[in-house]
């Protein structure tokens, strides 16, 4: 452990992460000590099987999340207006050049 706030100090001036701030200096302690500390050389990177999930985690979905999912499979509902719309505007192409044009076309 660090002796002094001044050791800190010293680090931060030197070059190295640590600052003080206000609020923080135990935190700021504790990382300047971290930069002392050697590197590892081989780090663990293996996951623990209950962290090594696939697919949907049913426990950890929230409701809005599996609501957006749901919305996202589903079509939206055929809408009369746009029926009737679409059908103005396809017998108006029709009637003044002959060509009948798809719903994609309009």
Not at 6 to 25: D, F, M, P
């Amino acid at each position: 452990m660090l002796g002094s706030e001044q050791e800190v100090v010293r680090l931060h001036s030197s070059g190295s992460r640590a600052t003080i701030h206000v609020g923080n200096k135990e935190a700021d302690k504790l990382a300047a000590i971290g930069v002392m500390l050697p590197a590892v050389e081989k780090l663990d990177l293996t996951v623990p099987e209950s962290f090594n999930l696939t697919g949907a985690n049913l426990s950890m979905m929230s409701q809005l999340c599996l609501y957006q999912g749901i919305i996202s499979l589903s079509l939206p509902k055929p809408r009369m207006s746009t029926f009737m719309q679409l059908d103005i505007t396809r017998y108006a192409i029709e009637h003044m050049s002959g060509y009948v044009p798809s719903d994609k076309q309009i």
